[in-house]
C-alpha cells in the first residue's frame, strides 16, 4: 500500500519476473538440470536486483563484470566443498571482501553480493568440480537473457534519466571508514554464525552466514544493523508460516511451484525499497517452493531454516556491538545534512529552470532527493521504531522525518510549476532562493555551540503569497525555519544523539 510515485516499483518488479522467467525458461531449452537453471535464476535475479549504478551504461558494465568476479568464486567454492577448514576461511575471506568492497559504490556493492551469493549457492547446491562447466553456460545465459530484457526490451531508464547513486558517506580512511569498520564486523559476525550455525547442524549451516551478510547489506551503523536484524527474522518466521500454507502442500509440483517462485519474486522486488520484513517474507517462501522441487521440503526444513536465521542476526548483533561499533548519530548526521543540501540545490536548479536555464533540471534532483530522503528514514529507524525506550530522541527524530518529508513534497511541487513552459522569472524568486541557502547553511554549518538558529525574516512570516512558485519557495523556507527545533534542540546538536 506504500505510494509508488510514476509506478516505479510495478515496473521494477514487473520486469524481473520477465527477466528472471527468460533466464530459467533459456537454462530449461539448453537441457540443464534443475540445479543449473537454479543457479542461473539467481544470477538473473541478482542482476536484476543489486546492480544499480546511475546510468544504463554503468548498469551495462557492471553487470558484464559480475560472471568475471562470481565464477571464480564459484570454481573456488567447488574445489573446497570437501576441504571443510579451507571451505570455511575462504568463505569469511569473501565476507570481509564483499564488505569492504562497498566502499567503491554501487558497482563494488553489486560485485560483493554477487560473490558472496555465488559461494553461498555453490554450498546450498553442493556443487563440486564436475557440475562447473553446465553451471558456467547456465550463468552465462541467465545473464544474458535478463540483460536482454533490462537493456532491450524493456529499459525504461533511458526515458527517464537515474538521479546520481547514493554513496554512503565515507567517514575517513582506515579503520575511521565505515565501510572497512563493517567488513570487520561482517567477518566476526558470520565467524560466530559459521561456528553456531554447524553446531545446529552439519548440512545447512550456512543459512546461519547469509542471515549475517544480509543483515549488513545496506547499513551503515550498529543501529540500523540492530533494526534490520530483527526485521529479517521476523519476516522468515511470517515467511515460514506463509511457506508451510503454500509451499508444503504443493509437494514439489513443477507448474504451482512455478507460479509460486513467480509471485515471490514480484514480491520482493516490489517490496524491497519500502519493507524490509515483507521482502524477507516473500524470499523465504520463494526458498521454500525451491526446496520442494529439489524435493527437499518439509516442516522440519522450514524450523530449522528459522532457527539458522536467528543465530545468523544473533551473530551480526554481535558483531556491530563488539567489534568497531558505528554509532547512529554519526551516520544519522551525515544523512540529514546532505538532505538539506539536496533540498537546496532542487532549489537552485528550479530557480535556474525559471530564469530560461535549459539545462537546469529540478525534476532529476527532485528524485534523488527521494533517495536521500528513503536513506534517512534508515539510519533514523532505530530512533523511530515502537521498541525504543529514548521517547525524546525518538520524538526529534518524528519531527525531522515529518518535516523533510514537507520539504520534499515542496520540491516536487516546485520542480512541477519549473517543467511549465509558460512559468515565468520573477525578481522575487532570487530573494527567496537566497533565503532557503542561508536557512540550509544555518542548519548545516558546524559552530561551537551547536549551530545557529535560521534566522526568521519578514517573508517567512507573512502567508505565502499567491503565485505558486513563491508559494513552494516560502513553505520550503518555512519547514527550513521549524527544523531548526528538532535539529539544535540537543547539546549534542545531532538528531541520532
Not at 534519466?161 to 564486523?185: E, F, I, N, S, Y
Request: aromatic share 6%.
Amino acid at each position: 500500500m506504500a505510494p509508488d510515485p510514476g509506478r516505479m516499483r510495478l515496473r521494477f518488479a514487473t520486469r524481473a519476473v520477465l527477466g528472471i522467467g527468460s533466464a530459467v525458461a533459456l537454462c530449461g531449452a539448453a537441457g540443464h538440470t534443475l540445479t543449473a537453471a537454479v543457479t542461473g535464476g539467481l544470477a538473473a535475479l541478482l542482476a536484476l536486483f543489486t546492480v544499480t549504478d546511475a546510468t544504463v551504461r554503468g548498469q551495462a558494465v557492471t553487470t558484464a563484470l559480475l560472471p568475471v568476479v562470481g565464477l571464480p568464486v564459484l570454481t573456488l567454492a567447488a574445489f573446497l566443498h570437501d576441504v571443510p577448514v579451507a571451505r570455511d576461511l575462504v568463505f569469511l575471506a569473501v565476507v570481509g571482501a564483499g564488505g569492504y568492497a562497498r566502499r567503491w559504490g554501487p558497482r563494488g556493492h553489486s560485485l560483493g553480493v554477487f560473490a558472496f551469493m555465488t559461494f553461498f549457492a555453490a554450498q546450498v547446491l553442493h556443487t563440486g568440480p564436475a557440475r562447473l562447466p553446465e553451471l558456467y553456460a547456465a550463468v552465462a545465459l541467465s545473464l544474458a537473457a535478463s540483460s536482454a530484457v533490462r537493456f532491450g526490451a524493456w529499459c525504461y531508464e533511458r526515458r527517464s534519466p537515474a538521479p546520481a547513486a547514493l554513496v554512503a558517506p565515507a567517514g575517513g580512511a582506515g579503520l575511521a571508514r565505515v565501510t572497512t569498520r563493517q567488513a570487520v564486523q561482517a567477518t566476526v559476525g558470520a565467524g560466530i554464525a559459521l561456528v553456531v550455525g554447524q553446531a545446529l547442524s552439519d548440512q545447512r549451516w550456512y543459512w546461519a552466514v547469509g542471515a549475517t551478510w544480509w543483515v549488513f547489506v545496506n547499513t551503515a551503523s550498529r543501529g540500523e544493523t540492530l533494526v534490520r536484524g530483527f526485521r529479517r527474522f521476523l519476516g522468515t518466521v511470517l515467511g515460514i508460516v506463509l511457506g508451510l500454507v503454500v509451499a508444503v502442500p504443493l509437494h514439489g509440483d513443477p507448474v504451482a511451484s512455478a507460479v509460486v517462485v513467480a509471485v515471490a519474486v514480484f514480491g520482493i522486488f516490489y517490496t524491497a525499497a519500502v519493507s524490509y520484513t515483507w521482502m524477507m517474507l516473500a524470499v523465504t517462501v520463494m526458498a521454500s517452493a525451491l526446496y520442494g522441487l529439489l524435493g527437499l521440503l518439509d516442516a522440519a526444513l522450514l524450523a530449522l531454516r528459522a532457527a539458522e536465521t536467528a543465530v545468523g542476526a544473533l551473530g551480526a548483533v554481535l558483531g556491530v556491538l563488539l567489534v568497531l561499533p558505528v554509532t547512529t548519530h554519526s551516520v544519522t548526521d551525515a544523512w540529514v545534512e546532505r538532505a538539506l543540501r539536496c533540498v537546496h540545490v532542487c532549489t537552485a536548479e528550479a530557480a535556474a529552470r525559471l530564469a530560461g536555464s535549459p539545462t537546469a533540471d529540478p525534476a532529476l534532483r527532485a528524485a534523488e532527493l527521494e533517495q536521500v530522503l528513503a536513506r534517512v528514514r534508515l539510519s533514523l529507524a532505530p530512533l523511530v521504531h515502537p521498541l525504543s525506550p529514548l521517547r525524546a530522541r525518538k520524538e526529534r527524530a518524528r519531527q525531522v522525518l515529518a518535516l523533510l518529508d514537507d520539504c520534499a513534497r515542496e520540491v516536487r511541487g516546485l520542480a512541477e510549476v519549473a517543467a511549465d513552459p509558460e512559468a515565468s522569472h520573477d525578481a522575487r524568486l532570487v530573494a527567496a532562493c537566497w533565503r532557503v541557502e542561508a536557512a540550509v547553511e544555518a542548519l548545516t554549518a558546524p559552530s561551537a555551540a551547536g549551530g545557529r538558529r535560521p534566522e526568521r525574516t519578514a517573508a517567512a512570516s507573512h502567508s505565502a503569497p499567491a503565485e505558486p512558485v513563491l508559494a513552494h519557495l516560502h513553505a520550503l523556507e518555512q519547514a527550513l525555519l521549524e527544523l531548526a527545533g528538532p535539529l539544535r534542540g540537543s547539546p549534542r546538536v545531532s538528531v541520532g544523539a
